[in-house]
Every structure is written in C-alpha cells, then in structure tokens.
C-alpha cells in the first residue's frame, strides 16, 4: 500500500532508515554479534575466489560489494553482468564461491548462469529480497535482504539492503578468518541509517535542484572516481529508467579519453566526492567540464565540502558513503521524472522482474 505516498518509489526511498535497522537487527546476535547462517561462513572461508553475477542495479550493488570482500575480507572477487557471462566465461579458479544478488531472485539471466555453474558442481550464495525465489531455492545458501517488498520498477531500498548485507557479509568473513579489524558495520550501518533519514527529509532541496539542473535537459552525466564511480552507474540508470533523460556515470579520469567532447554549454554534470582519497582529482574534473560551459552540480561529504557544493551529505564510514551518497541521486531522478510528468512507478519498456533471457 502506498499510504499517503504518490509513488511507491518515494516510499521506497524513505524507507530505507527502516530497512538499515531492520538489516541490524535480523544480523545481529543477543551478545551483539554478527548472526549469519555458519554454512555461508563456511563457504566464505574455505573459498579462493568470488564471482557475483547480478544485473542492473543488483550489478551495481556488487561493483561495491567487490570492495567490501576486497578491503575487509581480502578474497579477490570478480564481478559480472550475468547476461554476459556465458559468452565469455572467465577462467575459474579451483574453488569458486558464486554469489547472485537478485531483489527478485527470478531474473531470468542470472538464473541461466545459476544453473551452469551447478552443472560444473560449484557452490552458489543468493542475497535476494524474496527468500522463497527460484534463485533462492536453487542456490546452496540464501542471505535475506529484509527490504520488504518493493514495487516501484526502479529499485531503491534493495540496492542499499544489498549493499548493507554484503558489508555485514564481508565483515564475518574477515572475522572468521582471524583478520584484525576496526570497523563494526552494525554500528556503523545505525550512522547510515540516521544519514539517510537527513537526506530523505531534504526533498524540497532536491526538488529545487532538479528545476535548476534538469528541467530541460535531454541528457546528464554523472562523474566519480573510485567507489563514487560506481555509485554514478547506479545514479545514471536510475535517471535514465524513470525520467528518460539520457545518462551515463563515468570515471572521472576518464573524461578527458573522449566524453568530454559531450560537454557543451549548460550541460548537466553531476559529481559525487565523497572519498577523501580522490577529492582532488574529482575537483580537478570538475573544472574540466565547467571550463567547457558544463552546469556542474557537485555532491560531496561533510568535511570534503566545498563552497560552491550544491548539496552535502552527512558523514560516515568512507565504506559506506554508497549507501548515503545514492539518496539525494535517487531522489534527483525521482523529481525529474515527476517533473516531466512520466509514470515514475511504472516507466515504458520496463518489467519488475525480468524473467526472460
Ligand atoms: C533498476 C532495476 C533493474 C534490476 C535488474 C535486476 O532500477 O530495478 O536494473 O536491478 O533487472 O533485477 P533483480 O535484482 O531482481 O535480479
């Protein structure tokens, strides 16, 4: 049910502090420690190498998801689109973990290659929001997203549950392996959750961005560097899905090896600085598009902001600026799709789930 919301999307988007301290307290023991199925840990532990295969914004989800396995829990990971997996399968190492991360646990695509690599015998995590899903019931283990359902098209509270989850995930694996480590990702997932509830109560801010930025822009780009480049993918798809502007995230070192010749007078850019370690070099791309005539709309983290900053986030843990940093972008699309009147839940051309190949 909606309630007294216009849009499942919104609601979606405000729910998200809820869905942190649900995801908190379903991962947590009595003694405040990390409560996860011992069978996962187990694979976690015993495995050389992971591939996640995902698609759309579940594909973004791991993109991040390879960075919290990579730093905390040092197994190399590999992330792949899962349509594409087949035609150019990677060489697998001799103990593969295959972790799938679906909101629906049916799409079609990530469920050929479920079933190719139980056909090689390999063991298989799901980490969907549907627990009862055929990519569920079909994988050996299954983390619960507890995002509640989601039914908006353009998919929201289940990237930051995914993302949530993976750190929760990626945090026990490093424990289980003895790895030493100063991060508590419940505690630190209770910052996000109240720097998401910041963010969602700021819609009239976002709102007046979009009139400034995007009223009538037929295209937008979305730059970052590291993690925030990732979190630009899933803020470009977002905007291009439900308001049909069309978008791309890009690496911001990138630019100047062929996008940049896109810029032109009035041109939307929006740049995510959220980590400290590239916020130079952000800036320095910044001023790359506004010396071209770009309209630049900067979003950065406190104590990275700068004066002509449109809009600042709160701070937390630099692991999980993704969580916090994808808010005012989900909100930005949110707005300009209204603004130009599209049907935000539900736009053309688009399933919820897609359950062919
Ligand atoms: C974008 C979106 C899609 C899905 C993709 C995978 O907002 O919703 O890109 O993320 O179709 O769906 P799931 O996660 O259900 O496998």
Redesign the pocket.
Known sequence: EKGTYSHFMLKEIDEQPFVMRKIIHEYQTENNELKLDANVRQAMKVCDRIYII?????YHAGLVGKEFIEKLAHIPVEVHIASEFSYNMPLLSEKPLFIF???????AD?RAVLVKIKELGHPALTITNVPGSTLSREADYTLNLYAGPEIA???TK?YTAQLAVLAILAVDTAKAKGLDLDFDPLQELAIVANAMEVLTDQKEAIEDLVREYLGTTRNAFFIGRSTDYHVCMEGA??LK?ISYIQAEGFAGGELKHGTIALIEEGTPVIALASQDNVNYSIRGNVQEVVARGANALVISMKGLEQDTDAFVIPHVHELLTPLVSVVPLQLLAYYAALHRDCDVDKPRNLAK??TVE
């Open positions: 995902a698609a759309g914004t579940s991360i679906s909101q629906s646990g049916e799409t990530s098209v353009a998919s289940a798809l977002k899905e789930s897609v």
